[in-house]
């Protein structure tokens, strides 16, 4: 693993990762630029990437090197003054707003929610109410129930008891966003008073929480992915003074879900669990992306990428990607980076280029066992297979050459296995997921 190994960079803050960067001003709009030609980048993709955008119903793409802009992009209706909303990419700045409060001796992750919140914030028993820390809100382990209506009811009566907390990871947003009451209440003072002063001042980063929802600009959005591909300083000021939190908010905060630290997607780990399922997928999540990658992920793909082995920062604006887009991932991750690993000449992806050249891709992954399933087979057609772990043949048929839409006989959830291969080519085998 390669996050285990860069411990060592954390420990002394503002360490001298970013003391090449640049940041811009914290008032007016003047942003220093820099040519990607000039970092050997293969400029002539650039309009690649931008179709490819604007076919994504993307609104607005920055790319960062070191801080100054290398690419900036916006859809025609949208523009770099325009706001959009984070979605659950804000679940990113909590978590480094939870890190600053503890620092400021507002709080301490450690200590029982109700200790701020006060008794009976849930309806569960008091003794496992009592099990629950603001650590466990960061982690998405507080074992209260999801299986409500409205995932983001904060009333009482809608936070039950279902496991022991740490015990059951589960991405349900309800406990997340009473972070932000947690926050306030603790600082004194409303979540956008709050933002402000521990943050948003000290990197000029605009915006707005609009009912738990965070509002802002691209530009606002990088400057926040700045800031923490500085490892939580600003220009050579540390914001974020403790190296620990810092290092744990990015590396894996538990073993259930290895993939996610403290409200962060991470990049290279072996297995991760999806939004809205129970269970696990082999593999890193972002396989074309480089493999220290770190992410903010939002509803309808919002996205800041912050990766430290290539000095980016990433992000994207827009409506939904593809029409399967879950709540944080979606199969626009991996096609996105496996446009800019040509662009940026990547090497450090968690998958090998021979892996990805030719690889049929099957949408949505995973896919409902009553909605057909997309194939785009970029070569030519090819004989196809579907079979259980068992070994039971559950479809056979031509996969064709293009997109094309396929009925699977799928009669239980869980791992199936589609298989293709041509007459002297070596076969494929690609996981697929149904629930």
């Known amino acids: 693993m390669l996050r285990p190994l860069i411990l060592l960079f954390f420990l002394v803050p503002g360490s001298s990762v970013a003391q090449n960067y640049y940041y811009p001003p914290g008032e007016g709009s003047d942003w220093e630029t820099i040519e990607g030609s000039s970092l050997g980048w293969n400029t002539m993709l650039y309009a690649s990437l931008f179709r490819f955008l604007d076919d994504h119903n993307s609104k607005s793409f920055l790319v960062l090197y070191q801080g100054r802009i290398a690419i900036e992009w916006y859809a025609d209706d949208f523009g770099p003054e325009k706001w959009w909303y984070w979605a659950s990419a804000g679940k990113s700045l909590t978590a480094s707003l939870v890190g600053i409060a503890q620092q400021k001796d507002w709080l301490d992750i450690n200590q029982k929610t109700s200790d701020i919140l006060g008794d009976g914030w849930t309806r569960a028993p008091a003794d496992k109410e009592a099990l629950i820390t603001i650590r466990h809100q960061l982690t998405m382990t507080t074992g209260l129930d999801d299986r409500v209506d409205d995932q983001n009811c904060l009333d009482p009566e809608c936070l039950n008891y279902r496991a022991d907390a740490g015990t059951r990871w589960f991405y349900y947003n309800a406990p997340y966003r009473l972070l932000e009451d947690v926050l306030a209440k603790a600082g004194g003072m409303n979540i956008n008073q709050v933002t402000n002063t521990l943050l948003g001042n000290q990197i000029g980063m605009g915006g707005l929480w609009l009912d738990y929802v965070r509002w802002g600009t691209a530009r606002d959005m990088a400057r926040f992915g700045l800031f923490a591909l500085s490892e939580g300083s600003w220009a050579g000021k540390v914001v974020l003074d403790d190296p620990a939190y810092f290092y744990d908010m990015i590396h894996s905060s538990q073993s259930l879900n290895p993939s996610y630290g403290y409200l962060w997607w991470l990049n290279g780990y072996d297995s991760y669990i999806l939004p809205g399922f129970g269970f696990s997928w082999p593999g890193p999540i972002i396989p074309d992306a480089p493999a220290d990658l770190y992410a903010a992920l939002g509803k309808d793909d919002q996205k800041i990428y912050v990766v430290p082995s290539k000095d980016l920062v990433v992000v994207r604006q827009g409506n939904k990607a593809v029409p399967e887009a879950l709540l944080a991932l ?87 296995f589609l298989t293709v291969n041509g007459q002297g080519s070596l076969p494929k085998t690609s996981k697929l997921f149904f629930y």
């Open 330 to 416: 979606s199969p626009f991750d991996n096609e996105l980076w496996h446009l800019l690993q040509a662009i940026i000449g990547g090497s450090t992806s968690s998958r090998s280029l021979d892996q990805r050249s030719d690889a049929i891709k099957v949408y949505p992954n995973p896919a409902r066992m009553d909605q057909p399933v997309c194939i785009n087979n970029p070569g030519p057609a090819l004989n196809g297979k579907l079979v259980d772990p068992s070994g039971k043949v559950m479809w056979t048929g031509i996969v064709a050459t293009g997109q094309n839409l396929y009925h699977f006989p799928v009669k239980h959830s869980g791992l199936f």
